[in-house]
């Protein structure tokens, strides 16, 4: 039987806000991650940029956000429209499938049938309408018991993204642009993501997802029916005096697993899965080389700077960030990039980019938690 | 008549501290210039090796430092053996000329047959042995009447320094290596300094004149008849109470410089100067890719490191310079030059180490004088 209520008064959008985003050291902290930091020079952070896109589709409170418990003061003080039932406090971090599931199941105890849109707190996406649209298209297709996901339009064959493999049009009122899923592909080697680009078929998995809450759950009952469990346990205790001692109780031994395995895979063969390609652009800013891309926007020559620094630069280019108010001077680099912290400062430049996690990873392994 | 007093005896050094050093911002400032860091990691400044260097040739109570007044109190600290009337004040910089025959006015006044050695406070010389034995050789040279010049043989064809072309042997007793001067000529252009360096006659001149003061101040007084007239004037009064009046009156108005024109080049034309080739290794660490060469010692992917902080590297080389105690890392950079001060930071490489010098420049027309 069809529900009577419109799938776009069933939304209630959820936004993971983890992850410490080692590639962003040092100005991503464990004590300040990447979703808390301005990193586009718009004003605002990546977590109130995310809040602001997603608010016109859900309204402020039919939004939730599951951080970790390090970061409930700053999430609270950067959205003062959080609704408090609506944050949601992780004793640890136990990868996507917990933060969205748990949402989930706390959602739908309180709303039998919702529909979560799921959208993390650190991804830039420039063109808010077409990301509207889309969500909205995919709500309109979850309403039609599908687990839904938004995907990218490659444009270049990253191997720093997994892909989704579209399949025919689904053809429904109110989501045109909706294709079937044939499959989810981890991230490939570059040759392989070379042919995914240019087969026109293949999509980047952002990690959106769009479904009604029951089917949700309903999928992490077959795949992995022990979280199951444990995330009903949690979520029926959630919004009572029983919750502190439930969470001691079944946190630690919560299952860690990515919700591409636990959910979106087996729903895909299962022929669950709903795409809507998304028309917008879109970037994870991964490292720092993927920063100062977005802010020079492919223009030559130009040093990007985010932060309050005094800087002489003529003729370098790249990115400066800094949380210092130091004169900076930089002299014939290119594509340099420079965090400049009160405590650390690293330099390095875009290709080597991605090396800053190994650096963190030898930081962590060497006992300088002080700086991590 | 020959002076009865052995040369060695009449021997007193003069170290001019002076110049900022605009090459090495941010380390080196107008309040803390080059001679007063330590720029070798020997743990002592450049003044304070300069010191050590010249002690044995001079002893403590024959050495002089003339440096400006910003520049007293840390001279006085860094040097605590130094004689208080061996400290000459300038009240304004003035040039080589004023610094050197100033001090050699004031030593004659106090001891007319004094031979003077000048030495610049800012210079790095690695064999002190083979050093002392060419001024050893100078001071017997300026003996017999002569204003004599140490020379360096030239490592490469740099076009950083001033030549000496050096003429027929001397053949004196105490003074094996002397040679006769033909003639001084300007910083040359790369081609030329290759010729000169090929044709085995040119040395680098690196400033060390050593000569009677009565004969340098003559040459003066044919050259500069003025500056040399002012400068007796000053030396007369200075040992007085009529000190601080005769500053105040003449110092204003005297004539900037170089020694090299007022002094060594016309002398050199009458046949006055001699020429000692020194046999050491020499650097005036001019500028940051100077300092990292110094330090690294000719070996590849090597980051020499000059003060207290926590560095993360792996594979990058050039030179990190910090002030701080930051953790600092650097991933995968060439030639890299980071200067890290409270204040200031500097990222540039070794090719472009020389344009510090226009980004000071440009500081200084832009009204940062606070920063400099």
Known sequence: MANPRKPKDRFHAVIPAGGVGSRLWPLSRASAPKFLHDLTGSGQTLLQDTWDRIKPLATASRTMIVTGEAHEQAVMTQIPELDPKNLVIEASPKDSTVAIALAAAILAKREPDVIIGAFAADHVITDSKAFQDAVNQAIELAAHDRIVVIGITPTEPSVGFGYIKSGDPIKMAGAPSA???????????????????????????????????????????????????????????????????????????????????SIAEPAAEAGLVGLIPGKFSWHDVGDFAAIAELQSQGRKNNLAVLGAARVLSDDSSGILVSETNRMIAIIGLEDVIIVDTPDALLVTNKANA??????????KATGHDEIL
């Open 179 to 261: 294709l079937e899923v044939e499959k989810f592909v981890e991230k490939p080697k570059f040759e392989r993501a070379k042919k995914y680009v240019e087969s026109g078929k293949y999509l980047w998995n952002a990690g959106m997802f769009i479904a009604p809450a029951a089917l949700l759950l309903r999928q992490l009952a077959k795949s992995e029916p022990e979280l199951h469990a444990a995330i009903l346990e949690l979520a029926a205790a959630w919004d009572t005096d029983k919750k502190d001692a439930t969470i001691a109780k079944l946190w630690p031994g919560l299952k860690k697993v990515a919700i591409d395995y």
């Open 354 to 363: 991605q090396k800053v996690k190994a650096l963190v990873d030898s930081l």
